[in-house]
C-alpha cells in the first residue's frame, strides 16, 4: 500500500485538539448559522491570534474561502493580481471567476513563489481600457506554494503600491500557521492593508474548516449572504468553528506547526536530492527525473511532481522523525 505521509499535509489526521473540541461542541442545542455561541468564541480567539478587530466567519474549504473572499472586493468585470503559481490560479477550477462572476486573475512571476515588487508595476500602471479587465486587488500567499515566508517587510513592498492605488488586498493563509512558526509575526497583517485574510484549518491539522478574517468592515455587509448563496453558511456552523477553539485556546496551532516545520528542516538535511527552493516552512521541493520519482512510488512513498517541475513535500502536524528517516533512506536508496 502506497503511504501518502508526504504528499500533503492535507493527508494527515486532525489533531487530538482539534478532534476533543469537535466532540465537545457536539452536546446539546445551539443556534444555527454561526450564531451560537462557540463560533462568538472561535471568532474571538481568531482576532485575539491576529490582535485585530474583525468580522470572522467559518468555512467548509480552502476553495469556497479565498474564492467568495476575492469576489468580495471586486466586481465581475475586475481582475486579481496573484502569483502565476498561486493556489488561486493554478488550482480552484476556475472558482474566482465563478463565485466573482465572471472576475479575472492576472499572473505575476517571482521566485519560489513570491512576487517581485518589480512585477507589479506594469499592471498597476495600466490605463482601464474597455476591453481588458482592470486591476481590483492583489492576492498574496504567506507560506507560499514554495514553502517560502514573505516577511512583514516583504508583504509591506507589495502592499502599499496596491493600497495606494485604492484597490483590496487578500491573504491566502492556508499555511499561515507555518509562516508563523518561521518567524512571521501574524500580528502585522492588519496593519499591512489586508481586508480579508483567510486562515488556514485543513492543512494545520483540523477537519475541514477555514476562517475568513474580514479586515475591512465594508465588506462584511451582506457577507453572510454571499455565503449562503455560495452553500458556505451551514446550519450547524458550531462544528466549523470548534476546531479552531481546539487548535487556538492552548496554543495547540503553533506548537503543530512548528513541528510540521521541524520535520521539513529534517528531510532537507537528509535529502540526497538538490533542494529547489528555500526550506523556510513545512515543505521541501527538490529536483528529481522523473525516472527516480517513479522508483520511489514503486517503493511506496507517494508524493506529487509540482508545478515548476520540482517533487514536492509536505510535512505535518502528524509527520514522525522515524517517517522523515524511513524516506531519507527511501530516497537515499534511488538517487
Same mark, same amino acid.
Given at each position: 500500500?502506497?503511504?501518502?505521509?508526504?504528499?500533503?499535509?492535507?493527508?494527515?489526521?486532525?489533531?487530538?485538539? &482539534?478532534? $476533543? =473540541? *469537535? +466532540? %465537545?461542541?457536539?452536546?446539546?442545542?445551539?443556534?444555527? #448559522?454561526?450564531?451560537?455561541?462557540?463560533?462568538?468564541?472561535?471568532?474571538?480567539?481568531?482576532?485575539?491570534?491576529?490582535?485585530?478587530?474583525?468580522?470572522?466567519?467559518?468555512?467548509?474549504?480552502?476553495?469556497?474561502?479565498?474564492?467568495?473572499?476575492?469576489?468580495?472586493?471586486?466586481?465581475?468585470?475586475?481582475?486579481?493580481?496573484?502569483?502565476?503559481?498561486?493556489?488561486?490560479?493554478?488550482?480552484?477550477?476556475?472558482?474566482?471567476?465563478?463565485?466573482?462572476?465572471?472576475?479575472?486573475?492576472?499572473?505575476?512571476?517571482?521566485?519560489?513563489?513570491?512576487? &517581485?515588487? $518589480? =512585477? *507589479? +508595476? %506594469?499592471?498597476?500602471?495600466?490605463?482601464?481600457?474597455? #476591453?481588458?479587465?482592470?486591476?481590483?486587488?492583489?492576492?498574496?500567499?504567506?507560506?507560499?506554494?514554495?514553502?517560502?515566508?514573505?516577511?512583514?517587510?516583504?508583504?509591506?513592498?507589495?502592499?502599499?503600491?496596491?493600497?495606494?492605488?485604492?484597490?483590496?488586498?487578500?491573504?491566502?493563509?492556508?499555511?499561515?500557521?507555518?509562516?508563523?512558526?518561521?518567524?512571521?509575526?501574524?500580528?502585522?497583517?492588519?496593519?499591512?492593508?489586508?481586508?480579508?485574510?483567510?486562515?488556514?484549518?485543513?492543512?494545520?491539522?483540523?477537519?475541514?474548516?477555514?476562517?475568513?478574517?474580514?479586515?475591512?468592515?465594508?465588506?462584511?455587509?451582506?457577507?453572510?449572504?454571499?455565503?449562503?448563496?455560495?452553500?458556505?453558511?451551514?446550519?450547524?456552523?458550531?462544528?466549523?468553528?470548534?476546531?479552531?477553539?481546539?487548535?487556538?485556546?492552548?496554543?495547540?496551532?503553533?506548537?503543530?506547526?512548528?513541528?510540521?516545520?521541524?520535520?521539513?528542516?529534517?528531510?532537507?538535511?537528509?535529502?540526497?536530492?538538490?533542494?529547489?527552493?528555500?526550506?523556510?516552512?513545512?515543505?521541501?521541493?527538490?529536483?528529481?527525473?522523473?525516472?527516480?520519482?517513479?522508483?520511489?512510488?514503486?517503493?511506496?512513498?507517494?508524493?506529487?511532481?509540482?508545478?515548476?517541475?520540482?517533487?514536492?513535500?509536505?510535512?505535518?502536524?502528524?509527520?514522525?522523525?522515524?517517517?522523515?528517516?524511513?524516506?531519507?533512506?527511501?530516497?537515499?536508496?534511488?538517487?
Amino acid at each position: 500500500m502506497a503511504r501518502y505521509d508526504f504528499a500533503s499535509d492535507n493527508t494527515a489526521p486532525a489533531t487530538p485538539e &482539534a478532534m $476533543a =473540541a *469537535l +466532540a %465537545e461542541a457536539n452536546t446539546g442545542f445551539a443556534s444555527g #448559522y454561526g450564531s451560537d455561541p462557540g463560533s462568538a468564541r472561535a471568532a474571538d480567539l481568531v482576532r485575539a491570534m491576529l490582535d485585530a478587530d474583525a468580522e470572522v466567519r467559518f468555512v467548509a474549504s480552502g476553495t469556497a474561502a479565498h474564492t467568495i473572499s476575492l469576489a468580495a472586493p471586486c466586481r465581475p468585470f475586475e481582475s486579481v493580481l496573484a502569483h502565476h503559481h498561486a493556489h488561486v490560479c493554478t488550482d480552484e477550477t476556475g472558482a474566482p471567476g465563478l463565485f466573482g462572476h465572471g472576475l479575472g486573475l492576472t499572473p505575476l512571476a517571482g521566485a519560489s513563489g513570491k512576487i &517581485a515588487p $518589480a =512585477a *507589479l +508595476a %506594469e499592471p498597476l500602471g495600466a490605463p482601464d481600457v474597455s #476591453y481588458r479587465q482592470p486591476v481590483a486587488a492583489l492576492s498574496l500567499t504567506n507560506a507560499t506554494e514554495y514553502g517560502t515566508v514573505y516577511s512583514t517587510a516583504e508583504l509591506a513592498a507589495l502592499t502599499a503600491p496596491v493600497k495606494a492605488k485604492g484597490y483590496g488586498v487578500h491573504l491566502d493563509g492556508a499555511r499561515l500557521a507555518n509562516a508563523a512558526a518561521a518567524g512571521f509575526d501574524v500580528k502585522a497583517i492588519a496593519g499591512l492593508g489586508v481586508d480579508i485574510l483567510v486562515v488556514g484549518g485543513t492543512k494545520a491539522g483540523m477537519p475541514p474548516t477555514e476562517a475568513v478574517v474580514i479586515f475591512d468592515r465594508a465588506l462584511a455587509r451582506r457577507f453572510d449572504a454571499r455565503l449562503k448563496q455560495a452553500g458556505q453558511l451551514p446550519s450547524k456552523g458550531r462544528f466549523y468553528a470548534a476546531p479552531f477553539i481546539g487548535m487556538l485556546q492552548d496554543g495547540a496551532l503553533d506548537r503543530h506547526a512548528a513541528h510540521a516545520n521541524a520535520m521539513a528542516t529534517r528531510l532537507a538535511a537528509a535529502m540526497p536530492f538538490k533542494v529547489a527552493h528555500p526550506v523556510q516552512a513545512n515543505g521541501v521541493f527538490v529536483e528529481m527525473d522523473e525516472a527516480r520519482l517513479r522508483a520511489l512510488h514503486a517503493s511506496g512513498w507517494f508524493v506529487y511532481r509540482f508545478l515548476d517541475g520540482s517533487v514536492r513535500f509536505m510535512c505535518s502536524w502528524a509527520t514522525t522523525a522515524e517517517a522523515v528517516d524511513e524516506l531519507g533512506e527511501a530516497l537515499r536508496r534511488i538517487a
